[in-house]
């Protein structure tokens, strides 16, 4: 286990994390001191207790948002993926309808040609 130093409102705290996270948990401590010191800014010394409570339900409610947006955007991507699904779907009937209307154009082209040119058609 690695050992980090991470300082929020001045004060530092040690703190032990897997190897190789130490700059992911240095950046999280960062960001969290940021709202600590809003909160400090707005409010005044209410205690580091208070600030810290206050800090941690600043993030779940962005935590909360990110959430609430991810599922609206899984739930989008979803019904792209149907859509896209049926769309492909519908391409493809339409692709073997074409292919036969042509097979059947083309027939007839060669029952034409062959009329013209006196010849029996070809089956």
Known sequence: ????????????YRMACEEGQEAHLEELAAGFDQYV??????????????LTVMAGIMVMDE??????????LEKEAEDLRKGR????????RSEEAIAQALG???????G???KLNGKPPAN
Do not use: C, P, Y
């Open 104 to 110: 059947e154009l083309t027939s007839q082209i060669q």
């Open 63 to 72: 935590l909360n948002d990110v959430k609430r947006r991810l599922g609206k």
């Open 112 to 114: 034409m040609a062959a």
């Open 1 to 12: 286990m690695a050992q980090v130093t991470v300082q929020i409102d001045g004060k530092a």
């Open 37 to 50: 010191g809003h909160l400090k800014s707005q409010f005044g010394e209410i205690g580091d207790l208070r």
């Open 85 to 92: 699904e049926g769309v492909m779907g519908e391409v493809s």
